[in-house]
């Protein structure tokens, strides 16, 4: 079991790794007999799992109740937040009760800004359960769901009091969907660590046959990654934002493809892609790193072409409205380096338009 800080001042938590420890589960919750919790999770994975956790929860003797909402990034909306809210109400949960994500990263961005808003704010644990969740959506206190016009556009920042990862829930998950999570895991390498990146590149083939202790390794180390830079940016005016690399690209493709159609993941590596292409064409990324990210990012079945569906002049409505835009500057994230990125402003967007055709068609 490995532990990890996130140092909040008061708001400091921690993010608790372990493999098949599911039975002792109720050992890691901060809660105490007699609390009140509320799980939040979806049809999915309320068959495999649900029943079990409740009966683990009234084992310990907390008062547990549940929330099954639909599953699917479609549903990350304002009208399944008031569901929930409405749900919370009728059945007179006061500010006393902690909700407990039970999810993916859909259902982690839901649950926190329920939890962000519900009577001006209640504590949430999380309890991520796809490796995008593991790796980065349960970590650092951003909440929030879709509008139909952008992706996130409506949110909160509000940190759990836990996060409490079993790597053992990753034996459920369909390929497609740990695929979208190497993305993100393939992201942290880009931006922030050349070693880690080459350690992908030799683990790869382990990862994706889920061995136990590369994956514990992997998720550990993403996990300190973004420990670090959520301690020291929590709010995201400066350093935070490069973990943004390629989202500006991807949230673009995941909106105008309709929420849930392509994986977050997968929209991520095609804009992973895009921008490594911009700072090329800027002059700032050789051509053998570009060969060895988009090798990488194959190995883990992830696209490379943007959806054929798209045109360029498609994508160039939500890049402006996304958050990474200041006073209608096109401000982009951008590598240097296998382990270097840094936020470039007022980037052209017929440059940024053109090398979206080339990933159309030649990348
Ligand atoms: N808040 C953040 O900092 C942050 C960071 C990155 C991504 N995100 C958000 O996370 C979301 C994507 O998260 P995701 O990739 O986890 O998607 P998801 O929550 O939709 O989960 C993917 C699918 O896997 C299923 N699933 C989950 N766990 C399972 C298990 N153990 N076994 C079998 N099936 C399982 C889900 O029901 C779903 O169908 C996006 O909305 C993205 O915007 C948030
Ligand atoms: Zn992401």
Request: glycine share 8%; with cysteine; net charge positive.
């Amino acid at each position: 079991m490995k532990k990890i800080n996130i140092s909040l001042g008061k708001r400091s938590y921690k993010i608790i790794i372990s493999s098949d420890r599911f039975n002792d589960i109720c050992s890691f919750l901060p809660l105490r007999p007699g609390d009140n919790a509320m799980i939040i999770t979806n049809q999915t994975l309320s068959p495999m799992y649900l029943n079990k956790f409740i009966s683990l929860m009234k084992k310990s003797k907390i008062e547990v109740d549940y929330i099954t909402i639909a599953d699917g990034e479609q549903y990350k909306t304002l009208e399944t937040i008031n569901y929930i809210i409405g749900i919370l109400l009728k059945r007179s949960h006061d500010r006393n009760t902690t909700l407990i994500s039970f999810g993916g990263g859909v259902i982690g961005d839901i649950t926190g800004f329920v939890a962000a808003i519900y009577q001006r704010g209640v504590r949430f644990i999380q309890i991520p359960t796809t490796l995008l969740a593991q790796v980065d959506a349960s970590v650092g206190g951003k909440t929030g769901v879709n509008h139909m016009l952008g992706k996130n556009m409506i949110g909160a920042f509000h940190q759990p009091i836990s996060v409490i990862i079993d790597t053992n829930f990753l034996l459920s998950l369909p390929p497609r969907e740990f695929s979208s999570g190497l993305a993100e895991v393939i992201k942290y390498g880009i931006i922030l660590d050349a070693s880690f990146f080459q350690w992908i590149e030799k683990n790869i083939d382990l990862l994706m046959a889920l061995n136990k202790d590369t994956i514990s390794y992997c998720i550990s180390k993403c996990c300190e990654l973004k420990a670090d830079i959520v301690s020291n940016d929590e709010y995201d005016f400066g350093r935070r934002s490069i973990l943004n690399l390629g989202h500006t690209f991807g949230h673009a493709i995941e909106a105008h493809m309709g929420y849930g159609s392509w994986l977050h993941g997968e929209a991520i590596s095609v804009g992973i892609v895009m921008a490594i292409r911009t700072s090329e064409r800027l002059g700032q990324f050789n051509t053998k790193d570009i060969n060895r990210i988009i090798n990488l990012l194959q190995r883990a079945k992830l696209p490379i072409y943007g959806p054929v569906e798209m045109m360029s002049k498609d994508y160039l409505p939500y890049m402006i409205r996304d958050k990474k835009v200041i006073s209608g500057k096109l401000k982009l994230i951008l590598p240097s380096s296998i382990g270097v990125a840094e936020v470039k402003n007022n980037i052209p967007y017929e440059l940024v338009l053109d090398v979206i055709n080339k990933c159309q068609n030649i990348c």
